[in-house]
């Protein structure tokens, strides 16, 4: 049986595996990374059929990275699986509220989620051009009401809460707008994709500097 030992080597032979069992799917070239990413950090290739990419969402995410723009993330989760040093290369910083004190005190008080409470806050910081959604579908619900009232216009949506409950039915909200999108369909994704999704284009992104 082989074994291999060193970290390099062993995403190296990963990607070389995801390539060979990927068959004849072809993606464009700037595309393929994110999904071999994904199936890296799932082990689940229906994630090759399961992303989705609208309006440019690709293009906006890269251009907004670009600028700096902050990233918005429903959980710490995210935050703590994107690459630190690809963030601070490009000086890009992730903030997330849904633990603050004071969120959980008026989400408590309202009687809605921390989720809701912490978007509504992203959204009043004209800094953050990425919201991504690895958790929460009231937050996805909460950003797409936003954007239909025309009070916020989203560089990019990653669009991507797992679960039973309004999960896949927030996803399919994002038909209703207009904004750069990169989703998830369906009951899967998670905070674990969401970090694969931003690191596949901070990446990307430092190869193009």
Do not use: C
């Not at 990963?14 to 890296?40: L, N, Q, W, Y």
């Not at 999704?197 to 990446?203: D, S």
């Amino acid at each position: 049986m082989e074994y291999i030992n060193n970290p390099r080597e062993i995403e190296e032979r990963s990607f070389e595996i995801i390539t060979a069992e990927m068959g004849d799917k072809v993606f464009p070239e700037a595309i393929a990374p994110m999904v071999k990413r994904i199936i890296h950090t799932t082990a689940d290739f229906e994630y090759a059929d399961l992303l989705e990419i609208l309006n440019n969402g690709y293009e906006s995410g890269i251009e907004a990275l670009k600028q700096g723009k902050k990233i918005y993330a429903d959980t710490r989760m995210i935050q703590v699986g994107v690459n630190k040093k690809a963030l601070a290369d490009h000086g890009i910083e992730i903030v997330n509220f849904v633990h603050d004190a004071d969120v959980a005190a008026e989400a408590k008080k309202r009687g809605v989620t921390r989720s809701t409470v912490s978007m509504e806050r992203a959204l009043k910081d004209d800094s953050v051009g990425i919201f991504a959604i690895g958790n929460a579908p009231t937050a996805l619900y909460t950003l797409i009401e936003q954007v239909k009232l025309g009070n916020a216009k989203p560089a990019l949506i990653i669009g991507a809460p797992i679960g039973f409950v309004g999960a896949a039915e927030s996803k399919e909200a994002l038909d209703q707008i207009d904004s750069p999108i990169i989703r998830i369909n369906g009951r899967k994704g998670g905070s674990p994709v969401v970090a694969a999704i931003l690191n596949a284009m901070l990446y990307q992104l430092g190869r193009e500097w």
